[in-house]
């Protein structure tokens, strides 16, 4: 579930962080978020990849 990594995220920034402003935990949470999207993507991407292969070489 995306909410709640995307919680987990913030809560690592706050731990990770030591400035107590909001500022410095976004500017952390940011490449976060992007790689955790990115990451998503190329796996739709392969998985669909996988399964049109898979449905080649069965003739389907």
Request: glycine share 4%.
């Amino acid at each position: 579930n995306r909410k709640m990594v995307y919680a987990a995220f913030i809560i690592i920034t706050a731990i990770v962080t030591p400035d107590p402003t909001i500022v410095s935990d976004i500017i952390l949470l940011i490449p976060f978020l992007a790689i955790y999207e990115g990451t998503i993507l190329i796996a739709k991407r392969v998985e669909k990849k996988r399964i049109e292969r898979e449905e080649e070489s069965s003739g389907g």
